[in-house]
């Protein structure tokens, strides 16, 4: 049987973790793997996760299954961190899964069960495991214009013309907020124009919401999403616990769906039936730390402390390595580093200036040129900015 399996292409993250952890040169720099690092170089437990999880070993008397869609207060919690009270909860269904990736893929599978020749349409760039993940389910896919690399920012005049295109009944993904890979993210203003298309084309959203948080707060960057489900009768939302609960290793996650309420027990009944082919029940020990941080007034207040703290150190850091380059290259061309949000910014190199940073210099980026400036420590800040001055100018 095995013998006809073909090899398979290796993930340029994964292989440049595993080229950065076998280069033995002192101070080398991991730009590449999407962790958020302290100042130490560490991706720390959250003290509000380590209050609950220790409430939780003391209260939690079984191990027993939950329900195929997870525990009911988890999801409710999640529906209320991200939609609030934009939609009346009668039309939210939804089901716990395995991270922001399970997310991502049960949506995906709820929109083939209901329309299967629907076409994605997806920003480009965008996260890689989008595309593999359409093309492993093979599903029709589409490009739309979303970043311009010459303004280092959203193309709004491609991306609408492009969106203006999209037939009724397919489906568009966008990122609810700090774009991966290029940190880019639309204006208040843009994303109602955006909406405003959407609505016209009769498209259906499946937000991305892998961030929230780690860009201007969490009421701000969930603008967006909740704008989307206010005003489109369908909205599809994947949501990841990994990066602002710190929940990486425990995969934590949920999809949500607000969609007329007439339907929502009809969608609720398949997001039960998708998590069963797939794995059955999912994991809750992630979901139920997150479900009473979110219910818990002392550990969400904690929670969110925190959140701030590691959201600012990030725009710091973002700053900081915008004025040592700025310095250093005598010219502001790296000064959308500080306006973009995220852990993730798109620095425009070449293949071989990126090779250069790598081979020359210790610098490890993705080949894209994504560099994760939330895994930056600002000791590196000055010795980054010269390498990056002087290979790439």
């Not at 209260?59 to 939609?87: C, E, H, I, N, W």
């Not at 009668?90 to 083939?112: D, H, K």
């Not at 991305?208 to 969490?218: C, M, P, R």
């Amino acid at each position: 049987m095995f013998e006809h399996l073909r090899e398979q292409p290796e993930d340029p993250i994964l292989a440049l973790m595993d080229r950065y952890r076998s280069d033995p040169r002192p101070g080398k720099i991991d730009l590449g793997v999407g962790v958020y690092r302290n100042s130490q170089g560490v991706t720390p437990v959250m003290l509000a996760v380590k209050s609950a999880e220790r409430q939780l070993v003391e209260a939690q008397d079984s191990k027993s299954y939950t329900a195929l869609t997870g525990d009911p207060d988890f999801v409710r919690q999640m529906a209320l961190l991200v939609l609030s009270d934009s939609v009346e909860q009668e039309r939210v269904a939804g089901a716990a899964t395995v991270g922001g990736t399970g997310a991502v893929r049960q949506g995906l599978e709820l929109i083939r069960l209901a329309r299967p020749d629907a076409v994605v349409h997806i920003p480009d760039p965008t996260w890689p495991n989008h595309r593999a993940i359409l093309g492993a389910m093979d599903m029709e896919v589409q490009t739309y214009r979303y970043f311009d690399a010459e303004a280092n920012g959203v193309d709004m005049t491609g991306m609408l013309e492009d969106l203006g295109q999209v037939a009724e009944g397919d489906v568009v993904l966008l990122h609810g907020c700090c774009h991966n890979p290029t940190g880019a993210d639309p204006s208040e203003a843009q994303w109602k124009d955006i909406v405003k298309v959407l609505k016209a084309r009769g498209a259906t959203v499946l937000v991305d919401l892998a961030y929230l948080g780690f860009g201007d707060g969490i009421e701000a960057d969930a603008f967006a999403t909740r704008l989307l489900a206010q005003q489109l009768p369908e909205v599809v939302i994947a949501v990841s616990c990994s990066k602002n609960f710190g929940l990486y290793r425990d995969r934590a996650g949920v999809v949500l769906v607000a969609g007329p309420a007439s339907q929502a027990r009809v969608v609720q009944g398949n997001l039960a039936t998708l998590n069963r082919l797939a794995y059955s029940f999912p994991a809750d020990h992630g979901a139920k730390v997150v479900e009473m941080i979110l219910s818990n007034t002392a550990l969400r207040a904690e929670w969110e402390e925190e959140l701030s703290e590691m959201r600012s150190r990030i725009n710091d850091l973002r700053e900081s390595l915008a004025e040592a380059l700025r310095v250093e290259t005598g010219s502001d061309r790296y000064g959308f580093l500080a306006a973009h949000r995220g852990m993730f910014s798109r620095m425009g190199a070449t293949p071989e200036q990126i090779a250069s940073l790598r081979e020359d210099h210790g610098i490890y980026m993705v080949g894209d040129g994504r560099m994760n400036l939330a895994g930056l420590s600002r000791e590196d800040i000055p010795r980054l900015a010269k390498a990056i001055a002087l290979v790439c100018g």
